[in-house]
């Protein structure tokens, strides 16, 4: 019998609701299957994230440091390694081949024991970092490549107790921040690892070996080359054919990274992933939280997008970029001295390629905490766990400025503007992914504010001979109130001569400076 297009139509609207009901049906029983999280007040649900609130030690700590520091270290050949060599156009590809082989030989898991770490010893790095003010340490807990650096339960193989030190080096690292009285994070790089590891079962396109299978193809590696259909697709950082059995192994991953640890913050390398899973997770991670600290949350969880973030789930991360503006919750910058994965090419002499300057991470420090933000400062580690010392120097000059002028950093809060001078305007270039890239190096006409009760700290990102000059302090402004009362320069200790008036507030300087790259006024009577 041929039904008329009314029957049709009929016959669609009377079976609507029963495939309404089997479809929610499907959906409550895949939804069964998740995992179960610690009991709390939260549920793995946006609505129930949205009761979130940002721990008070957040918005106060201001800085933190974070190692890089995992198997794609050894070759010390710069960051996404285990992808780069599976990419016959790259430089980290041509490395590899000319010190370890063709990747169908000699892929990224024979790189996996040469990360030896021999020289690593974590109190005396987290030493380094609690002198130099960090308030909290970022641990790298799995990369992209699917490594895991600690006793994994669900990764038993190809983690670091088993493969390369031979040692749980987010457990080491943990116990090294706590015995400092630093809080202590993790990092989440998993969920996209199916694609990003996808190029390890392509070849080379041109060449005397092109169309030979890397060591990818081999199918006894799957748990640590994760299968995925599409190797040759462009990298899209979408969640398009990554399957619910990947889904499930990605929380039950970061869910054991959560309960062995229990972080006071999480970085995600991305979105909250996987809506009810990522969700899930979260809600976890805050349950931990409200169990360790007596029905408190104390603990962050941060994002890279903002729709995660609009109604207080979780903390908003920029990566290697500044808002342009105040932003309402407090954020967090994470950037690196030089790389994210240790490249000894930072060392050479290519303008191009090269360690920031101490007074660049200052000035990224001061601007950044202008702004309501933390800076998350990396310093990769090399493959036996030391800095060198081009970041010994610059973390020690980091030290040197924190210890004079901390006062204004710590525990601060915005004021009425971030700041003002020429370069207080963000630069932006849809061509260019982070606007850090676009950052101009601040002088003397740059100020950035800070404030503490009743004290308003302006950093004046230079150092003059003899007169600091702050127009935007000007009696004439419409957000300044009141009128200058006493101006001290942190490190000095004695008050200096001022004239504060429409033109701005005019201070004169002592001979000799207590920074050498930022100053730091604590003014009273405007804040």
Not at 293 to 319: A, H, W
Request: aromatic content about 12%.
């Amino acid at each position: 019998m041929q039904l008329s297009r009314r029957d049709t139509l009929k016959l669609l609207a009377a079976s609507a609701p029963l495939l309404a009901s089997a479809r929610s049906l499907a959906q409550a029983a895949d939804h069964a299957t998740l995992p179960a999280i610690a009991p709390g007040p939260f549920k793995g649900t946006r609505e129930s994230l949205r009761a979130y609130e940002v721990p008070e030690w957040f918005a106060d700590a201001k800085f933190g440091i974070w190692a890089h520091w995992g198997p794609q270290s050894a070759p010390e050949y710069g960051d996404w390694y285990a992808r780069n060599i599976y990419i016959d156009k790259t430089d980290q590809y041509k490395h590899h081949v000319a010190t370890y082989g063709h990747p169908s030989k000699f892929g990224y898991k024979d790189i996996l024991p040469t990360w030896n770490g021999k020289n690593f010893d974590p109190d005396h790095l987290l030493g380094l970092y609690k002198e130099a003010g960090a308030k909290y340490f970022m641990a790298l807990g799995v990369h992209c490549d699917n490594f895991d650096l600690w006793d994994s339960k669900h990764q038993p193989h190809w983690n670091s107790t088993k493969i390369g030190p031979k040692k749980d080096i987010v457990r080491l690292l943990h116990d090294a921040t706590r015995k400092h009285g630093l809080r202590f994070g993790v990092s989440d790089h998993l969920w996209p690892s199916p694609k990003w590891m996808s190029v390890c079962r392509g070849a080379d396109t041109a060449g005397d070996l092109k169309g030979v299978p890397y060591d990818g193809i081999d199918k006894a590696l799957t748990d640590l080359y994760p299968e995925y259909p599409y190797p040759d697709r462009k990298l899209d950082w979408d969640e398009t054919n990554l399957t619910e059995a990947w889904k499930k192994h990605y929380f039950a991953r970061i869910k054991d990274l959560f309960d062995q640890f229990e972080p006071d913050i999480v970085y995600c390398d991305g979105h909250i992933p996987f809506e009810e899973y990522g969700l899930g997770l979260v809600a976890h991670l805050y349950n931990l939280s409200v169990r360790k600290n007596g029905g408190k949350v104390d603990t962050v969880y941060t994002s890279k997008r903002i729709e995660d973030t609009e109604q207080n789930e979780c903390v908003l991360d920029f990566e290697r970029a500044v808002p342009d503006k105040i932003w309402p919750r407090p954020w967090q910058i994470c950037t690196c001295v030089g790389g994210w994965h240790y490249d000894r090419r930072k060392l050479g002499s290519d303008p191009k390629n090269l360690y920031k300057t101490p007074k660049r991470v200052i000035d990224m420090l001061v601007d950044t905490v202008s702004r309501n933000g933390c800076l998350l400062l990396n310093f990769p580690l090399r493959n036996d766990g030391t800095l060198d010392d081009q970041e010994l120097a610059i973390l020690a000059e980091i030290t040197a400025w924190m210890k004079t002028n901390n006062e204004g950093i710590y525990a601060t809060r915005p004021w009425k503007i971030f700041g003002d001078g020429p370069r207080s305007k963000i630069q932006n270039d849809p061509k260019v992914k982070y606007n850090e890239a676009l950052r101009q190096d601040f002088d003397e006409q740059d100020v950035r504010y800070t404030k503490k009760g009743d004290d308003l700290f302006a950093f004046v990102t230079g150092v003059p001979d003899r007169e600091a000059v702050i127009p935007s302090l000007a009696l004439s402004k419409d957000h300044v109130s009141g009128k200058v009362q006493r101006v001290s320069l942190l490190g000095h200790g004695d008050p200096l001569a001022f004239t504060h008036d429409n033109s701005g507030l005019r201070i004169t300087l002592p001979e000799t400076k207590p920074s050498r790259h930022v100053l730091a006024f604590k003014i009273n009577g405007l804040a």
